[in-house]
Protein backbone atom coordinates (compact mmCIF):
# COMPACT_ATOMS: atom_id res chain seq x y z
CA UNK A 1 0.00 0.00 0.00
CA UNK A 2 2.98 2.53 1.05
CA UNK A 3 4.95 1.48 -2.19
CA UNK A 4 1.64 2.37 -4.30
CA UNK A 5 1.29 5.76 -2.42
CA UNK A 6 5.17 6.40 -3.06
CA UNK A 7 4.92 5.45 -6.75
CA UNK A 8 2.01 7.76 -7.47
CA UNK A 9 3.68 10.38 -6.08
CA UNK A 10 6.92 9.82 -7.78
CA UNK A 11 4.59 9.86 -11.03
CA UNK A 12 2.73 13.22 -9.95
CA UNK A 13 5.97 14.64 -9.47
CA UNK A 14 7.76 13.53 -12.50
CA UNK A 15 4.28 14.51 -14.55
CA UNK A 16 4.24 17.76 -13.33
CA UNK A 17 8.24 18.65 -13.59
CA UNK A 18 7.67 17.62 -17.00
CA UNK A 19 4.52 19.65 -17.98
CA UNK A 20 5.63 22.49 -16.36
CA UNK A 21 9.11 22.80 -18.67
CA UNK A 22 7.17 22.04 -21.58
CA UNK A 23 8.51 17.97 -21.93
CA UNK A 24 5.26 17.68 -23.61
CA UNK A 25 6.34 14.26 -25.26
CA UNK A 26 7.77 12.65 -21.48
CA UNK A 27 3.97 13.21 -20.52
CA UNK A 28 2.63 11.60 -23.43
CA UNK A 29 5.26 8.63 -22.42
CA UNK A 30 3.72 8.82 -18.88
CA UNK A 31 0.19 9.37 -19.97
CA UNK A 32 0.40 6.10 -21.53
CA UNK A 33 1.94 4.03 -19.41
CA UNK A 34 0.07 4.89 -15.96
CA UNK A 35 -3.36 6.00 -16.56
CA UNK A 36 -3.66 6.68 -13.33
CA UNK A 37 -1.85 9.76 -13.56
CA UNK A 38 -4.71 11.21 -16.46
CA UNK A 39 -6.85 12.65 -13.66
CA UNK A 40 -3.50 13.47 -11.45
CA UNK A 41 -4.47 16.85 -9.90
CA UNK A 42 -0.35 18.62 -10.11
CA UNK A 43 -0.92 22.34 -9.02
CA UNK A 44 -2.17 23.88 -5.41
CA UNK A 45 -5.31 24.55 -8.08
CA UNK A 46 -5.84 21.27 -8.96
CA UNK A 47 -5.20 21.40 -12.53
CA UNK A 48 -4.13 18.11 -14.18
CA UNK A 49 -1.38 17.77 -17.09
CA UNK A 50 -4.28 18.04 -19.47
CA UNK A 51 -5.49 21.49 -17.67
CA UNK A 52 -1.65 22.90 -18.22
CA UNK A 53 -1.23 22.02 -21.95
CA UNK A 54 -4.22 23.39 -22.21
CA UNK A 55 -3.28 26.69 -20.81
CA UNK A 56 0.17 26.66 -23.09
CA UNK A 57 -1.81 26.46 -25.68
CA UNK A 58 -0.65 22.82 -27.13
CA UNK A 59 -3.01 22.19 -29.41
CA UNK A 60 -1.25 19.03 -31.32
CA UNK A 61 -0.46 17.47 -27.39
CA UNK A 62 -3.86 18.19 -26.24
CA UNK A 63 -5.23 15.98 -28.89
CA UNK A 64 -2.61 13.50 -28.52
CA UNK A 65 -3.51 13.38 -24.50
CA UNK A 66 -6.85 13.72 -25.26
CA UNK A 67 -6.74 10.13 -27.39
CA UNK A 68 -5.13 8.54 -24.86
CA UNK A 69 -7.54 9.67 -21.81
CA UNK A 70 -10.58 8.14 -24.03
CA UNK A 71 -8.72 4.67 -24.44
CA UNK A 72 -8.87 4.09 -20.69
CA UNK A 73 -12.02 6.80 -19.52
CA UNK A 74 -14.12 7.24 -22.95
CA UNK A 75 -16.70 5.16 -21.08
CA UNK A 76 -17.68 7.28 -18.02
CA UNK A 77 -20.58 9.64 -18.37
CA UNK A 78 -19.95 11.78 -15.23
CA UNK A 79 -15.92 11.43 -15.93
CA UNK A 80 -15.44 15.09 -17.02
CA UNK A 81 -16.21 15.67 -12.84
CA UNK A 82 -13.63 13.86 -12.09
CA UNK A 83 -11.08 16.35 -14.30
CA UNK A 84 -12.33 19.45 -12.33
CA UNK A 85 -9.70 21.72 -10.82
CA UNK A 86 -10.48 23.48 -7.62
CA UNK A 87 -12.64 26.18 -9.56
CA UNK A 88 -14.33 23.07 -11.58
CA UNK A 89 -13.21 24.37 -14.07
CA UNK A 90 -12.65 21.10 -16.72
CA UNK A 91 -9.95 21.30 -19.38
CA UNK A 92 -12.87 21.88 -21.71
CA UNK A 93 -13.79 25.10 -19.79
CA UNK A 94 -10.12 26.71 -20.07
CA UNK A 95 -10.18 26.03 -23.71
CA UNK A 96 -12.99 27.55 -23.85
CA UNK A 97 -12.10 30.46 -22.22
CA UNK A 98 -8.74 30.72 -24.34
CA UNK A 99 -11.22 30.81 -27.61
CA UNK A 100 -8.96 27.65 -28.82
CA UNK A 101 -11.69 26.26 -31.47
CA UNK A 102 -9.25 23.50 -32.12
CA UNK A 103 -8.92 22.37 -28.56
CA UNK A 104 -12.61 22.63 -27.62
CA UNK A 105 -13.11 19.78 -30.21
CA UNK A 106 -10.12 17.88 -29.27
CA UNK A 107 -11.71 17.61 -25.67
CA UNK A 108 -14.91 17.17 -26.63
CA UNK A 109 -14.90 14.89 -30.00
CA UNK A 110 -12.27 12.42 -27.35
CA UNK A 111 -15.16 10.09 -27.19
CA UNK A 112 -19.14 10.14 -27.41
CA UNK A 113 -19.72 9.18 -23.46
CA UNK A 114 -16.65 11.58 -22.19
CA UNK A 115 -17.29 14.77 -24.80
CA UNK A 116 -20.85 14.83 -23.43
CA UNK A 117 -19.87 14.16 -19.99
CA UNK A 118 -17.41 17.08 -20.26
CA UNK A 119 -19.84 19.47 -22.57
CA UNK A 120 -22.67 19.56 -20.15
CA UNK A 121 -20.28 20.28 -17.09
CA UNK A 122 -20.68 23.22 -14.95
CA UNK A 123 -17.83 24.48 -12.67
CA UNK A 124 -18.47 26.31 -9.34
CA UNK A 125 -19.81 29.27 -10.69
CA UNK A 126 -22.63 26.81 -12.15
CA UNK A 127 -20.90 28.43 -15.94
CA UNK A 128 -20.78 25.63 -18.91
CA UNK A 129 -18.32 25.91 -21.45
CA UNK A 130 -20.32 28.02 -23.94
CA UNK A 131 -20.95 29.94 -21.01
CA UNK A 132 -17.35 30.65 -20.42
CA UNK A 133 -16.52 31.36 -24.33
CA UNK A 134 -19.24 34.07 -24.35
CA UNK A 135 -18.22 35.26 -20.85
CA UNK A 136 -14.24 35.52 -22.62
CA UNK A 137 -15.66 37.11 -25.51
CA UNK A 138 -14.50 34.43 -27.69
CA UNK A 139 -16.59 34.01 -30.37
CA UNK A 140 -14.81 31.38 -32.18
CA UNK A 141 -14.93 28.69 -29.26
CA UNK A 142 -19.02 29.72 -29.05
CA UNK A 143 -19.87 28.61 -32.72
CA UNK A 144 -17.34 25.47 -32.06
CA UNK A 145 -19.58 24.63 -29.23
CA UNK A 146 -22.57 25.90 -30.67
CA UNK A 147 -21.41 23.22 -33.39
CA UNK A 148 -20.72 20.49 -30.99
CA UNK A 149 -24.17 20.54 -29.62
CA UNK A 150 -25.75 20.24 -32.63
CA UNK A 151 -23.11 17.19 -33.28
CA UNK A 152 -24.10 15.41 -30.35
CA UNK A 153 -27.96 16.09 -30.55
CA UNK A 154 -27.93 18.18 -27.06
CA UNK A 155 -30.48 21.09 -26.82
CA UNK A 156 -27.50 24.48 -27.05
CA UNK A 157 -30.12 26.41 -24.84
CA UNK A 158 -29.86 23.83 -21.83
CA UNK A 159 -26.23 25.24 -21.59
CA UNK A 160 -26.77 29.02 -22.19
CA UNK A 161 -27.49 30.42 -18.58
CA UNK A 162 -25.39 30.67 -15.60
CA UNK A 163 -27.08 28.88 -12.77
CA UNK A 164 -26.57 30.99 -9.76
CA UNK A 165 -28.01 34.22 -7.99
CA UNK A 166 -28.80 36.01 -11.51
CA UNK A 167 -29.09 33.68 -13.83
CA UNK A 168 -27.50 35.78 -16.70
CA UNK A 169 -27.52 33.69 -20.12
CA UNK A 170 -25.13 33.91 -22.76
CA UNK A 171 -26.55 36.97 -24.08
CA UNK A 172 -26.72 39.11 -20.72
CA UNK A 173 -23.09 38.87 -20.50
CA UNK A 174 -21.95 39.33 -24.34
CA UNK A 175 -23.90 42.95 -23.78
CA UNK A 176 -22.34 43.45 -20.39
CA UNK A 177 -19.03 43.29 -21.57
CA UNK A 178 -19.76 45.11 -24.80
CA UNK A 179 -18.57 41.90 -26.91
CA UNK A 180 -21.20 43.44 -29.37
CA UNK A 181 -20.14 41.56 -32.36
CA UNK A 182 -20.59 38.08 -30.67
CA UNK A 183 -23.70 39.29 -28.81
CA UNK A 184 -25.04 39.69 -32.71
CA UNK A 185 -23.84 36.19 -33.57
CA UNK A 186 -25.75 35.00 -30.41
CA UNK A 187 -28.96 36.37 -31.72
CA UNK A 188 -28.82 34.35 -34.81
CA UNK A 189 -28.02 30.82 -33.36
CA UNK A 190 -30.07 31.10 -30.23
CA UNK A 191 -32.70 33.97 -31.14
CA UNK A 192 -35.11 32.82 -28.28
CA UNK A 193 -32.67 34.96 -25.65
CA UNK A 194 -33.83 38.08 -26.68
CA UNK A 195 -36.44 37.56 -24.77
CA UNK A 196 -35.04 35.57 -21.85
CA UNK A 197 -34.95 37.18 -18.48
CA UNK A 198 -32.75 36.43 -15.48
CA UNK A 199 -33.59 36.62 -11.79
CA UNK A 200 -33.37 40.29 -11.45
CA UNK A 201 -35.79 40.54 -14.04
CA UNK A 202 -33.49 41.83 -16.77
CA UNK A 203 -33.74 40.99 -20.08
CA UNK A 204 -30.81 41.82 -22.61
CA UNK A 205 -32.52 44.83 -23.78
CA UNK A 206 -32.31 45.95 -20.33
CA UNK A 207 -28.46 45.41 -20.23
CA UNK A 208 -28.45 47.19 -23.46
CA UNK A 209 -30.08 50.31 -21.75
CA UNK A 210 -27.29 50.14 -19.27
CA UNK A 211 -24.55 50.51 -21.57
CA UNK A 212 -24.58 54.59 -22.65
CA UNK A 213 -21.09 54.58 -23.26
CA UNK A 214 -20.88 51.91 -26.39
CA UNK A 215 -23.54 54.53 -28.74
CA UNK A 216 -22.26 57.86 -29.82
CA UNK A 217 -23.28 59.93 -27.31
CA UNK A 218 -23.03 59.48 -23.50
CA UNK A 219 -25.73 59.72 -21.10
CA UNK A 220 -23.93 62.87 -19.55
CA UNK A 221 -24.24 64.11 -23.35
CA UNK A 222 -28.04 64.79 -22.64
CA UNK A 223 -27.27 67.09 -19.24
CA UNK A 224 -25.54 69.79 -21.19
CA UNK A 225 -28.55 70.41 -23.82
CA UNK A 226 -30.45 73.66 -22.30
CA UNK A 227 -28.50 73.65 -19.28
CA UNK A 228 -26.60 76.64 -17.72
CA UNK A 229 -24.32 77.47 -14.71
CA UNK A 230 -23.23 80.50 -13.20
CA UNK A 231 -19.45 81.50 -12.90
CA UNK A 232 -18.85 85.34 -11.70
CA UNK A 233 -22.35 86.11 -11.44
CA UNK A 234 -23.05 85.62 -15.08
CA UNK A 235 -24.60 82.97 -16.65
CA UNK A 236 -22.96 81.04 -19.58
CA UNK A 237 -24.87 78.89 -21.64
CA UNK A 238 -22.95 75.42 -22.43
CA UNK A 239 -24.72 74.88 -25.91
CA UNK A 240 -22.74 78.49 -26.64
CA UNK A 241 -20.41 76.97 -29.45
CA UNK A 242 -17.81 79.81 -28.10
CA UNK A 243 -17.63 78.47 -24.31
CA UNK A 244 -14.25 76.19 -25.06
CA UNK A 245 -14.46 72.96 -23.82
CA UNK A 246 -14.07 72.27 -19.80
CA UNK A 247 -12.28 69.31 -18.55
CA UNK A 248 -15.60 67.68 -17.88
CA UNK A 249 -16.14 67.68 -22.06
CA UNK A 250 -12.76 66.89 -22.14
CA UNK A 251 -13.16 64.01 -20.32
CA UNK A 252 -16.32 62.81 -21.44
CA UNK A 253 -15.03 62.71 -25.22
CA UNK A 254 -12.37 60.76 -24.17
CA UNK A 255 -14.56 57.96 -22.63
CA UNK A 256 -16.39 57.85 -26.38
CA UNK A 257 -15.76 54.27 -27.63
CA UNK A 258 -14.57 53.40 -31.32
CA UNK A 259 -16.71 53.58 -34.71
CA UNK A 260 -16.96 50.04 -34.50
CA UNK A 261 -18.25 49.42 -31.21
CA UNK A 262 -20.96 52.13 -31.93
CA UNK A 263 -21.91 50.71 -34.90
CA UNK A 264 -22.16 47.26 -33.69
CA UNK A 265 -23.85 48.42 -30.85
CA UNK A 266 -26.41 49.93 -32.44
CA UNK A 267 -26.67 46.39 -34.70
CA UNK A 268 -27.76 44.98 -31.94
CA UNK A 269 -30.22 47.56 -30.63
CA UNK A 270 -31.78 47.92 -33.86
CA UNK A 271 -31.96 43.65 -33.65
CA UNK A 272 -32.99 43.47 -30.22
CA UNK A 273 -35.96 46.09 -30.94
CA UNK A 274 -36.66 44.22 -34.29
CA UNK A 275 -37.17 40.61 -32.53
CA UNK A 276 -39.04 42.02 -29.72
CA UNK A 277 -41.82 43.68 -31.80
CA UNK A 278 -41.98 41.13 -33.86
CA UNK A 279 -45.26 38.82 -33.61
CA UNK A 280 -45.47 35.26 -32.48
CA UNK A 281 -48.51 32.87 -32.81
CA UNK A 282 -49.70 31.81 -29.42
CA UNK A 283 -51.63 28.48 -28.68
CA UNK A 284 -55.00 29.98 -29.92
CA UNK A 285 -53.60 31.40 -32.83
CA UNK A 286 -53.72 34.87 -32.19
CA UNK A 287 -51.04 36.96 -32.80
CA UNK A 288 -48.63 37.50 -29.41
CA UNK A 289 -46.28 40.48 -29.14
CA UNK A 290 -42.98 40.23 -26.77
CA UNK A 291 -42.88 36.77 -25.57
CA UNK A 292 -40.40 36.54 -22.71
CA UNK A 293 -38.48 33.22 -21.20
CA UNK A 294 -37.25 32.96 -18.02
CA UNK A 295 -34.25 31.27 -15.73
CA UNK A 296 -36.29 27.89 -16.43
CA UNK A 297 -38.36 28.09 -19.41
CA UNK A 298 -34.93 28.49 -21.71
CA UNK A 299 -34.82 25.49 -24.66
CA UNK A 300 -38.39 25.13 -23.53
CA UNK A 301 -40.63 26.01 -26.63
CA UNK A 302 -44.12 25.58 -24.78
CA UNK A 303 -43.00 27.86 -21.87
CA UNK A 304 -43.83 30.97 -22.60
CA UNK A 305 -45.58 34.19 -21.30
CA UNK A 306 -45.87 37.96 -22.46
CA UNK A 307 -43.34 40.47 -21.68
CA UNK A 308 -45.91 43.19 -21.13
CA UNK A 309 -45.92 44.65 -17.94
CA UNK A 310 -42.55 42.82 -17.45
CA UNK A 311 -40.22 44.82 -15.33
CA UNK A 312 -37.07 44.58 -14.83
CA UNK A 313 -34.99 44.98 -10.84
CA UNK A 314 -35.46 49.19 -11.91
CA UNK A 315 -39.24 48.60 -12.44
CA UNK A 316 -38.57 49.35 -16.14
CA UNK A 317 -40.70 47.24 -18.16
CA UNK A 318 -40.30 46.09 -22.10
CA UNK A 319 -43.01 47.32 -23.72
CA UNK A 320 -42.30 50.59 -22.20
CA UNK A 321 -39.24 50.95 -23.76
CA UNK A 322 -39.81 49.65 -27.06
CA UNK A 323 -42.82 52.56 -26.73
CA UNK A 324 -40.22 54.89 -25.97
CA UNK A 325 -37.67 53.84 -28.46
CA UNK A 326 -40.02 54.04 -31.49
CA UNK A 327 -41.79 57.40 -29.97
CA UNK A 328 -38.12 58.86 -30.35
CA UNK A 329 -37.65 57.64 -33.49
CA UNK A 330 -40.80 59.36 -35.09
CA UNK A 331 -40.22 62.59 -33.53
CA UNK A 332 -36.50 63.37 -32.77
CA UNK A 333 -35.36 65.42 -35.37
CA UNK A 334 -31.60 64.73 -36.55
CA UNK A 335 -31.06 62.29 -33.82
CA UNK A 336 -30.10 58.86 -34.40
CA UNK A 337 -32.22 56.17 -32.34
CA UNK A 338 -29.03 55.46 -30.53
CA UNK A 339 -28.74 59.37 -29.02
CA UNK A 340 -33.02 58.86 -28.77
CA UNK A 341 -32.10 55.18 -26.98
CA UNK A 342 -29.79 57.22 -24.81
CA UNK A 343 -31.63 60.57 -23.70
CA UNK A 344 -34.80 58.04 -22.50
Known amino acids: MASNINEMVAIKTDLLRKSMEGDWDGVIDIYQKHPSAH ?8 DTALHIAVSDN ?17 EGKDQADEFKNKRGNTPLHLAASMGSATMCESIARSSFPLGLSFMTARNCKGETPLFLAALSCKKDALVSLHALCQDMNLNGYDFCR ?3 DHDDTILHVAISIECFDMALE ?5 PKLVHSINKQGLAPLHVLAGKPSAFKSCATKASYYKRSKKKGGETEDLENPQIRSSPRQDQHRGCLPDKQKRELASEVMNDLLERISSYELNEDGETDPNMIIGPKMVGDQKQKSPTDGSTSGLGISLSFLLNSFSFTHKTTKGMSISDAFLIY
Open 39 to 46: KAKLTWNE
Open 58 to 74: KQEKVGRLMDIISCHHG
Open 162 to 164: RID
Open 186 to 190: IIQLY
